[in-house]
């Protein structure tokens, strides 16, 4: 067996807030609540574990989560944002407002969940397609 990225835990205020969110925007259904996990899975079986934080922890790591998509969840997703009002950049440093990038011939943009990660929609890889 090749070695394979099977899940990841997400920190989160409110886990069933949080999946929702990242479920609505990404159109995904929201998972199986398992102990204090709610679980998101995309389409590689890749799984995101929505867990709440202790208390006793006063701010939360933002982490960063890209996710390439196809064009038609792109403009899915950007409509989303769009229709909620979400801040969103061109660029990881939030210099350029309002809009998308264009990067290796395809689009990107970034924006922030309910918890402050940072999360990047891109319809083409780094580097773009290898041939």
Known sequence: MSIQFDHTIVGCRDNRVSAEFWADILGLRVGQ???PFI??????GVKFDFAVVPADISEIQPQHYAFLVSEAEFDAAYAKIQRYGLEHWADPRQ????EINHNDGGRGVYFLDPNGHFMELITVPYGGWRE
């Open 95 to 98: 210099q350029a407002p309002g």
């Open 39 to 44: 679980e998101l899975r995309m389409s590689n």
């Open 33 to 35: 609540e398992w102990g």
